[in-house]
């Protein structure tokens, strides 16, 4: 499987921003996704999770209330919905997959995740 993600760019603190993660090669419908994000210096730290059935997500506390991450399994791709951006959120965000996961089940460690997309960087001037 690979994965594609777009929609980064270079906004203000407070816009919104909506990245998407296209996945060719395979199909998704069976696997976690999730959002990580990696900002220079640091390391690569999760961001949001949501399982296969797209019922069930989860949220790094410091995007929680901001970000919304979902998924379309028929178009084959996940989203990352971002508002009130904030200066610190500046990062290359990466999607990732899971394969053959179990329909309740989302992860948040990168460790956990198999497939990456090669990134898409947002930056939020102040």
């Known amino acids: 499987v690979q994965l594609q993600a777009s929609g980064g760019g270079l906004v203000q603190a407070g816009d919104s921003l909506t990245l998407s993660c296209a996945a060719s090669?395979?199909?998704?419908?069976?696997?976690?996704m999730g959002w990580f994000r990696q900002a220079p210096g640091k390391e690569r730290e999760f961001v949001a999770t949501?399982?296969?059935?797209?019922?069930?997500?989860e949220y790094a506390d410091s995007v929680k209330g901001r970000f919304t991450i979902s998924r379309d399994n028929s178009k084959n791709t996940v989203y990352l919905q971002m508002n009130t951006l904030r200066p610190e959120d500046t990062a290359v965000y990466y999607c990732?997959?899971?394969?053959?996961?179990?329909?309740?089940?989302?992860?948040?460690?990168?460790?956990?995740?198999?497939?990456w997309g090669q990134g898409t960087q947002v930056t939020v001037s102040s």
């Open positions: 990732a997959a899971r394969p053959n996961a179990i329909l309740s089940d989302t992860r948040t460690s990168v460790d956990d995740y198999v497939y």
């Open positions: 090669g395979g199909t998704i419908s069976r696997a976690i």
């Open positions: 949501i399982n296969r059935g797209g019922r069930i997500t």
